[in-house]
């Protein structure tokens, strides 16, 4: 059978996405359209630029690297890649380029000839202001060879340095490019040969621990595995565990409940990693039970002044995703560790986000909700929404299996009776008969937009059947949410739909991954089935793995991201329980 490492031969294109290394922050890429790389840095670095976003935009760390002869004439080449490994096949021959560690990137030369590397570094920040200019720095560049040097120019540029290093190919000839400080116990200057062995073995040991999947899943699944260890990043400031990022390039930092998501996945090859995800956010966690919406190495997002100042946070699914690990690998102390935290968080969400004390909480900021750009924030905020509150729901019913779990029957009793308090209060608050659907509500009144969130109390799993009959009818609806490419995250009827832009109409296969379960809950298992075929279909029509999907076209629209992580668990996730199903399914067909 293909290996996972053999199966990504050529299949990673970082003229598009970032060569990284599972715990690094350096990303390698090809600049567009030339035989030429950069080297960026998956850090927003604050401290140079302390605005939210300001590291999308922020130039790499080392641009215009390219291969040089002897002469000093740039070469062409072109790539070869696999998870461990680029080749760049030039007219002098192959050269090579390795993770050594987390922060150093080593280059192997062609035997027998003299070559090199020259690049541009300068300071990651740099700007005139009307009373003269300032440049700021932030990381170290150290480089060095294992062979003596023929040539080893620094020349001042504009903005920085250019860097020309040149040496005589003998034997496993190396440049090793260290940024940041050099991690205690590495070599400085590796063979080749050695760096690009570890390397492998790396990757080999990682995929070596996947589960078998049908035929069918297994290219897509090997770069979901792939893209599930690229984005880790090792403990670093208020990162405190090894966690993943949802893209190193668009999403620089750990985000609630994409970690939950992320979880998922690395259940099945690494539980303790998995549990680091919830760790990594509860660390976080505020004094008033709060927990933030993003860590990132220089601190926590709670509070964001845009479109709206309010405190953000993200949908309370961590107790739901413990339960997910403690399926697949029990363990009673980790629910001890995570279950006063979360029932703090839980507190939070009703103490300071239920204004009118109606036991149903609202959103203050549109981004609490994940769902950043919907149109269901169009009329103003706060927000009291089904969406909410059965997250809420579904997340006191599992402190309580959680506290039953601890031998808590009385406490978990307590978390039931308030799930399902929570349900009649929709029910009487949000419900409206004559559409058929649960509203969200501002000022008291009812939203007119329609989107899968308004159906989402059918995760409770305790609705009256009559109100479940016309929720599926919304469900199965083509011309609201069913069809080739599902579900839209805002109805295909509705004014507000547009395919193309974020949470007003694009599929989100985390949104599909609640409904395959909520449908699962409800007894729909041929429902849950097709969504789950569905969801799988979707991410395999692509040669990579995004952010979300145009839901006429089942394209990646230009702004989704690349290599997305909760799109790369779930199919993960889904990949695994249906080749499990696959025998119990065709016997029914």
Known sequence: MTSCLELLHNRINIARVPFSDRGSRLLVLQEAGRSRLSVKLAERLTALQPAMDAYRDRPPFIRDLCFIDAEGAPLDFEIESWPHLLLFHTHLGDFGLTFHHARALTFGLPPGVTAGLRFHVAPQFWEQT??????????????????????????????????????????????????????????????????????????????????????????????????????????????????????????????????????????????????????????????????????????????IDHPIRAEVTKPPILAWAALKLHETDPDLDFLKEIYIPLVRWNAWWFAMNDDDVDGLAQYNHPYSSG??????????????????????????????MIAETLGMEAEGAMWRRRAAAIVRRMITDFWDEATGVFCALHDEQPIPVLTPFNLYPLWTGQLPDTIRARLLAHLTNPNEFWGEFALPSVARNDPHYDPQTMWRGPVWVNINYFFIEALEQVGEVALALALRDKTLELIMRHESIYEYYHAETGEPPPAAADIFGWTAAVFIDLAIRASAAQPEEESHE
């Open 130 to 303: 009307a009373q003269g200019g300032s440049f700021k720095a932030i990381r170290d560049l150290t480089y060095a060879s294992n062979q003596p040097l023929v040539c080893n120019e620094i020349t001042p540029e504009a903005g920085g340095y250019g860097v020309d290093i040149l040496i005589a190919g003998d034997g496993d000839s190396a440049i090793t490019l260290s940024i940041g400080a050099p991690d205690a116990g590495h070599s400085l200057t590796p063979d080749f040969t050695a760096a690009r062995e570890a390397a492998e073995a790396r990757w080999a040991a990682w995929f070596a621990r996947v589960p078998p999947v049908a035929e069918r899943y297994r290219r897509t699944y090997a770069y979901a595995w792939w893209i599930m260890a690229n984005n880790l990043i090792n403990p670093q400031g208020s990162v405190t565990y090894e966690a993943m990022m949802p893209s190193k390039t668009t999403y620089v930092g750990l985000w609630l409940w994409d970690s939950a998501m992320h979880a998922l996945a690395y259940r099945h090859v690494d539980p303790e990693l998995a549990r680091h995800q919830l760790r990594a956010m509860l660390s976080g966690q505020l004094e008033d039970g709060m927990l933030p919406d993003a860590i990132y190495d220089e601190g926590v997002i709670f509070e």
């Open 371 to 400: 769902l950043d750009d919907s149109p269901l924030w169009d009329y103003g905020m706060p927000v009291e929404a089904p969406d909410l509150n059965t997250y809420l729901c579904v997340q006191m019913g599992s402190l309580a």
